[in-house]
């Protein structure tokens, strides 16, 4: 079983920055990739951004230059930072994490609960 806890979320001026964290708990051996979606009302969830064991990244193209996905392997976790945010970044943003965990022996796809980014003046 491995959970995922989102935190950072709320509500931020245009032109402003957050932070979003989701660490990975549970009976884990390791972590794949680690990536950052969202889904606005109405529309389909898309990919953020995304960062592989190795360490590489990708964006989606309307946040490149302004979000930065970084790891912390050691807390299991995984961060977005997001800056110089815009009213079309509002969205619910979601964690996924590719966990192989120990017991059972197992790949997981794991996702988090969703956090609330509103960017509104």
């Known amino acids: 079983q491995v959970q995922l806890v989102e935190s950072g979320g709320g509500l931020v001026q245009p032109g402003g920055s957050l932070r979003l964290s989701c660490a990975a708990s549970?009976?884990?051996?390791?972590?794949?990739?680690m990536g950052w979606y969202r889904q606005a009302p109405g529309k389909e969830r898309e990919l953020v951004a995304r960062?592989?064991?190795?360490?590489?990244?990708n964006y989606a193209d309307s946040v490149k230059g302004r979000f930065t996905i970084s790891r912390d392997n050691a807390k299991n976790t995984v961060y977005l930072q997001m800056n110089s945010l815009k009213p079309e970044d509002t969205a619910v943003y979601y964690c996924?994490?590719?966990?192989?965990?120990?017991?059972?022996?197992?790949?997981?796809?794991?996702w988090g609960q969703g956090t609330l980014v509103t960017v509104s003046s």
């Open positions: 996924n994490q590719v966990v192989f965990t120990a017991a059972p022996l197992r790949t997981v796809n794991a």
């Open positions: 549970g009976s884990i051996l390791s972590i794949n990739a």
């Open positions: 960062i592989t064991g190795g360490s590489t990244t």
